[in-house]
């Protein structure tokens, strides 16, 4: 990267991006501080499942830079619940931790010339624009890849990058809908319900992560990049184990049916006293330690019950006279009965109830990462626990533009060209932001 002037000299455009480096083992160092430590992923996009892509690579010690724009970046920065004195909203804060931010305007030629420059020395880029955006930018794969032939280029979008809804805007709701995924979610006969969290979003994302991970495991082997196409759409389709299984033997159209599985009975939410409890007898050995467990030994040796096909077949008389003998004692009572039987069981828990599990606790699940402010907010941990290299627990969400001086800097522009950048709005540093 040839260095920008400094206040001897006017600024000097370069010819153009620096050279990309071809060679996995030059591009990325991983050591054993973190399982990703030494990657390097640029993030542009919005919402959930890009970002979410790149807080799943960042929790396990890549180097995240989330490209915003400088007039407000992320839309999720102004989503949601807001913590006092702190810019962001707490879902940013979450859903963007250990992330760096630059503030850099793409539309620019300027612009262009920083993010062809961080493309150079990346190893993944994630997008979640709607399909042909990048390429509007002139950032598409094939041109990118002409740059760095090693990158590694994962597009998230609601519907694909093509056929015919490639183009439409696609959010969470409307994936859930489309695949099917709504239809089966709620009680027999209700409303179509969607899930309570934007699972194919989530999905996406957790699918983005998994393809970029064997695309570097490609590229160790043969130095080659390559282009990562994940949708919501297909995310909520890949759900439908059972439901597909069941319509592609039988023909039969999934329907919704509450808590209860597909295949096996008793399993789903029941009523105590005092609240819902989950319960999963779907074997022939839990059947039997359920029914001794909970006093209802006569069940055995009812012809209506003997196998799991019989329970299946008189499911709601099974649940009925269970309910009938659960509703007289509160939940604790079964919970522990059915645990110590051996029987898998659990609270229905509302989130309160949730964020305070004795479970989550113990295993240390929550912790307090630093806000860009100083402050602090509660964070999730990563479901992922490795023995050696642990998951990253560092800061929340980036402020806007909190490293673009950083970066700019070890790209080699000069503070003199940096504030020229800064007056024009091309780029955005932290400090410019709380002007």
């Known amino acids: 990267m040839r260095v920008r002037d400094g206040a001897a000299g006017g600024h000097r455009a370069p010819a153009g991006p620096p050279p990309a480096r071809t060679r996995s083992s030059e591009r990325t160092v991983l050591s054993n501080t973190h399982a990703l430590s030494g990657l390097r992923v640029l993030e542009v996009g919005n919402y959930i499942a890009g970002p979410y892509c790149g807080t799943l690579l960042a929790d396990l010690g890549a180097q995240v830079t989330k490209v915003e724009d400088p007039t407000g970046g992320d839309v999720v920065r102004t989503y949601g619940a807001m913590i006092e004195s702190v810019a962001d909203s707490a879902a940013f804060l979450t859903l963007n931790r250990n992330k760096q931010s630059i503030a850099v305007n793409l539309k620019t030629a300027e612009g262009c010339e920083i993010f062809l420059a961080l493309v150079a020395g990346a190893d993944v880029l994630i997008e979640n624009l709607r399909p042909g955006s990048m390429r509007h930018l002139g950032f598409d794969y094939d041109t990118l890849a002409e740059t760095n032939p090693g990158l590694i280029y994962l597009s998230a979008s609601g519907w694909g990058q093509d056929g015919p809804l490639a183009a439409d805007a696609g959010l969470d709701i409307m994936a859930q809908a489309r695949s099917g995924l709504m239809s089966i979610t709620g009680y027999a006969g209700g409303d179509p319900v969607k899930a309570g969290v934007p699972i194919c979003d989530i999905g996406c994302a957790l699918y983005g992560a998994i393809a970029v991970l064997a695309a570097l495991n490609h590229r160790n082997a043969t130095g080659e990049g390559q282009f990562i196409d994940v949708s919501l759409f297909e995310a909520g389709m890949s759900y439908a184990i059972w439901e597909f299984a069941r319509y592609t033997a039988t023909g039969e159209i999934p ?90 069981t659990a609270p229905v828990n509302d989130y309160e109830q949730a964020f305070h599990d004795e479970q989550l606790v113990l295993r240390d699940y929550f912790w307090d990462s630093q806000t860009p402010d100083g402050g602090h907010v509660r964070q999730m941990g990563s479901p992922m626990r490795f023995s050696k290299t642990p998951t990253v627990r560092e800061s929340a969400g980036p402020a806007l533009g909190g490293s673009t001086h950083t970066v700019l800097t070890e790209l080699g522009y000069t503070q003199d060209a940096i504030d020229r950048l800064t007056d024009r709005g091309i780029v955005r540093t932290a400090e410019f932001a709380e002007l």
């Open 255 to 344: 329907r919704a049916q509450g808590s209860v599985h597909q295949s096996a009975a008793p399993y789903q939410a029941v009523r105590a006293s005092d609240g819902w409890f989950t319960l999963g007898a779907a074997t022939p050995k839990t059947w039997l330690s359920f029914c001794e467990a909970m006093g209802l030994q006569a069940l055995v040796d009812d012809d209506r019950f003997l196998t799991n096909a019989d329970r299946m077949r008189n499911r709601d008389q099974l649940i009925d006279i269970i309910e009938a003998h659960t509703i007289k004692l509160p939940r604790e009572h079964w919970l522990s009965c059915l645990a110590a039987a051996g029987v898998p």
